[in-house]
């Protein structure tokens, strides 16, 4: 009789979220009454804004709760359209973009629409840990190129043209990043833009923490944004999960070739069927600019934070990090303290209360993830806890 158990798909070997799994550990030991710290959440702590919920409402009591297309409602692709060619400079129809139950979804769709057994897909580390999780999903191969903080951990383009082969098919392009919340350098792109053409592979830019940005001499660049070809070359995703505070939302959206929107569409309509109806309403209220204050205050917030925690992290005898120019991330280097990452970070919840993320997952052992998506607070507190962890070690 065989084996229920035993079989050969793409799928079998994920692994979970190390982010989701100290994440839930911290929220057990809340239960049991603990004094609890966590740096681990990869969403902000602010509730989303009132016009985006109240256009949502409104979508519900107006009996808005049947199917749309696909792709999404026409109004909000023609609104994601809009807003590519106002903030990233990148001319594209609205049958050139499509809108997903996430952002997520939409990098799994694009990965799922180009590549397939025997090709590669070339991922600078440190990573999202769920890109090279889909990578395999699909049976490609992954390949990583370290980078380097003496580089602000951007993809060195000569590094990048030695790893693409004849099988590489796409280049996963994650600014700002996470988990080190570097933001790539015009002239970096530039250069990788040079050696994607030349070399004729796609790129899936994830710019996901796009306005979460701090500096005004590291702004945000959209890599499609750099030439017509690029564009040609180019699947760009984004969403609303960061910017506006709607993770649980669960909506995002891309814009890529007319050829592979179509791919992409054909997938998601065979595995999603749409993007759930009323929350569209919601992200149309947004694009058309009705949370643009709130949003701003909330970057304007991170941007405090990001000082405070690099400030405090920095005390901190043999902890090396450079300084986060986006997202709400903050990549600490502890491999002085001779342990692997996930020990790390089990051994600071269970005796200093305080969770992080373990960099093991993110091709970055030897590093943990601090998130400064919390209060002034907190961030305080837990940076007093690191601090007397590593001194007890």
Same mark, same amino acid.
Do not use: Q, W
């Given at each position: 009789m065989q084996d229920l158990m035993q079989n050969s798909g793409f799928m079998t070997s994920f692994t979970p979220s190390a982010t989701l799994a100290i994440t839930a550990k911290a929220k057990e030991l809340k239960k049991q009454g603990k004094d609890v710290c966590s740096m681990s959440a990869g969403e902000p702590d602010f509730d989303t804004?009132?016009?985006i919920k109240d256009a949502c409402i409104k979508a519900l009591n107006e009996g808005k709760v049947t199917y749309t297309p696909a792709s999404g409602l026409m109004e909000l692709r023609e609104a994601v359209a809009a807003k590519f060619l106002r903030d990233n400079q990148i001319c594209v129809t609205p049958a050139q973009t499509v809108v997903a139950p996430g952002a997520k979804f939409s990098v799994f769709s694009t990965i799922a629409a180009l590549c397939g057994p025997g090709d590669e897909v070339i991922l600078p580390s440190p990573y999202w840990l769920s890109y090279p999780e889909m990578v395999r999903? $699909?049976?490609?191969?992954?390949v990583v190129v370290p980078t380097s903080a003496d580089n602000n951990y951007e993809l060195d383009p000569a590094e990048l043209d030695r790893a693409i082969t004849d099988r590489t098919r796409l280049l996963i392009l994650n600014t700002p990043c996470n988990p080190t919340g570097a933001v790539y350098r015009a %002239? $970096?792109?530039?250069?990788?833009?040079?050696?994607?053409?030349?070399?004729?592979?796609?790129?899936?830019?994830?710019?996901?923490?796009e306005k979460l940005v701090y500096d005004a001499d590291k702004p945000h660049v959209s890599i499609a944004s750099l030439s017509d070809e690029m564009r040609e070359h180019t699947v760009t995703v984004n969403g609303f999960s960061k910017t506006y505070a709607m993770t649980g939302w669960r909506l995002g959206y891309l814009a890529a070739p007319l050829w592979l929107t179509k791919r992409i569409i054909a997938f998601q309509s065979h595995t999603t069927s749409n993007p759930t109806t009323f929350a569209q309403y919601g992200a149309l209220a947004a694009l058309r600019g009705e949370a643009d204050s709130e949003a701003e205050a909330m970057r304007r917030v991170f941007a405090q934070r990001r000082d405070l925690i690099v400030r405090l992290a920095r005390e901190i005898p043999l902890v090396r990090c450079i300084r986060p120019q986006g997202a709400f991330y903050l990549l600490c280097d502890v491999s002085a303290y001779k342990m692997?990452?996930?020990?790390?970070?089990? %051994?600071?919840?269970?005796?200093?209360?305080?969770?992080?993320?373990?960099?093991?997952?993110?091709?970055?052992?030897?590093c943990i993830r601090l998130s400064y998506a919390c209060s002034k607070d907190n961030i305080e507190e837990s940076l007093r806890r690191?601090?007397?962890f590593v001194k007890e070690l």
């Open positions: 804004p009132r016009a999903a $699909t049976g490609a191969k992954v %002239e $970096t792109l530039a250069a990788i833009a040079e050696v994607v053409l030349r070399r004729n592979i796609m790129v899936l830019a994830d710019e996901i923490y692997p990452s996930v020990k790390f970070c089990e %051994e600071l919840l269970a005796r200093e209360l305080l969770a992080c993320i373990p960099c093991g997952a993110f091709g970055a052992d030897g690191l601090a007397h």
